[in-house]
């Protein structure tokens, strides 16, 4: 069983920044890649990022990618999501999540979530 709390969430205005990030606890952290995913209201939740279990491979949809960075510290169980540009289209509730493997896109193919974190952009 894999553990994962979410921090760092908040309000912004739009145009600033904010990082989150994701502590695992329960199993060997760098047995798994992480996932970023979010949800809107009404939305359903749509993949953000995600990262290899040693950080060399990411992916990132394409309506973050080059705005939003993931990375992680495996000494401290940590995945994080730096996000700068921020747009009123990107307030979601962002939820960290785990699987073993390779990175993966789908929220299907992650086991392990977080409870979320709320990120609000004001326009």
């Known amino acids: 069983q894999v553990q994962l709390v979410e921090s760092g969430g908040g309000l912004v205005q739009a145009g600033g920044s904010l990082r989150l990030s994701c502590t695992a606890s329960?199993?060997?952290?760098?047995?798994?890649?992480m996932g970023w995913f979010r949800q809107a209201p009404g939305k359903e939740r749509e993949f953000v990022t995600s990262?290899?279990?040693?950080?060399?491979?990411?992916e990132y949809a394409a309506s973050v990618k080059g705005r939003f960075t993931i990375s992680r510290n495996n000494a401290k169980n940590t995945v994080y999501l730096q996000m700068n540009s921020l747009k009123p289209d990107d307030t979601a509730i962002y939820y960290c999540?785990?699987?073993?493997?390779?990175?993966?896109?789908?929220?299907?193919?992650?086991?392990?979530w977080g409870q979320g974190t709320q990120v609000t952009v004001s326009s």
């Open positions: 329960g199993r060997t952290f760098s047995n798994y890649a």
């Open positions: 999540a785990a699987r073993s493997g390779l990175v993966a896109t789908s929220r299907n193919e992650y086991r392990y």
């Open positions: 990262i290899s279990r040693g950080g060399t491979t990411t």
